[in-house]
């Protein structure tokens, strides 16, 4: 009994917190046991994470999805291209010089022939020479043709043409311009001929004076005024009727 006394008192002792205040009997407060806390624990960390998770997995999702639309955007704008043209055939060969050119007739060759060895004697035109083969009897298309091949340049047949002339009697230099045209030179060749036939049209002057008082008898005034009348300047003229004595 004494013993059952002593635990009894003991038990009592035990039922006041420090303060010597009791407290409640049975089981202990749900706060103050271990494994609670360690589930609240675990519990915070996963939300914890999947906040922290969710905006990068937002963030990757519109990045993938901005890829792809500016994937399809590069697309829609990108030119196509234009396909290769088909390379252009290879030129078929050359034809050979007999076959390609037209072949010579007898008379063609013989009008070509004659045109050379006229030139060789004088001084043609082109239209001058056709006329001159025409007057040996070819018809005018060979004569046309042997002109067309003779080779000539008409200017320096021009200006060999002005030289005979002056070699022959005296011109102004409008006189010869005129007289090459007169023996069927273009205009363009009849100036480059008197241009370069090395006339000096004071002397032309003197001589052309000359051969009219040859001719007739002129006054100082008569002369000059022949003399302007065959083209030569007032200056020109002036000079060869001085020259002449007047």
Not at 84 to 90: E, G, I, K, M, Q
Request: a negative charge; one cysteine or more.
């Amino acid at each position: 009994m004494q013993k059952l006394g002593e635990n009894m008192r003991q038990l009592k002792k035990e039922e006041l917190n420090s303060e010597g205040t009791p407290i409640a009997m049975g089981k202990k407060p749900l706060l103050k046991r271990w494994w609670v806390w360690v589930l609240i624990v675990v519990v915070a960390s996963g939300i914890y994470g999947a906040s922290q998770e969710s905006p990068k997995s937002q963030k990757t999702e519109e990045s993938v999805m901005a890829a792809g639309a500016e994937q399809e955007k590069t697309a829609q704008n990108k030119t196509p291209e234009t396909p290769a043209a088909p390379a252009a055939p290879a030129a078929a060969p050359a034809a050979s010089g007999a076959n390609a050119a037209a072949k010579e007739t007898l008379s063609q060759k013989n009008a070509k022939a004659a045109a050379k060895n006229y030139l060789k004697v004088t001084a043609f035109s082109h239209d001058g020479l056709v006329e001159q083969l025409e007057f040996e009897q070819f018809s005018a298309e060979d004569a046309a043709y042997g002109a067309d091949q003779c080779g000539a340049d008409w200017n320096e047949q021009a200006v060999k043409s002005a030289k005979q002339y002056l070699n022959t009697t005296a011109f102004s230099y409008q006189g010869l311009v005129e007289q090459l045209e007169f023996s069927k030179f273009t205009h363009e060749q009849a100036v480059y001929g008197a241009d370069r036939c090395g006339a000096d049209w004071n002397e032309q002057a003197v001589k052309s004076a000359k051969q009219y008082l040859n001719v007739s008898s002129f006054s100082r005034d008569s002369l000059i005024d022949q003399l302007e009348f065959s083209g030569f300047t007032a200056e020109q003229a002036a000079y060869g009727a001085a020259q002449n004595g007047f």
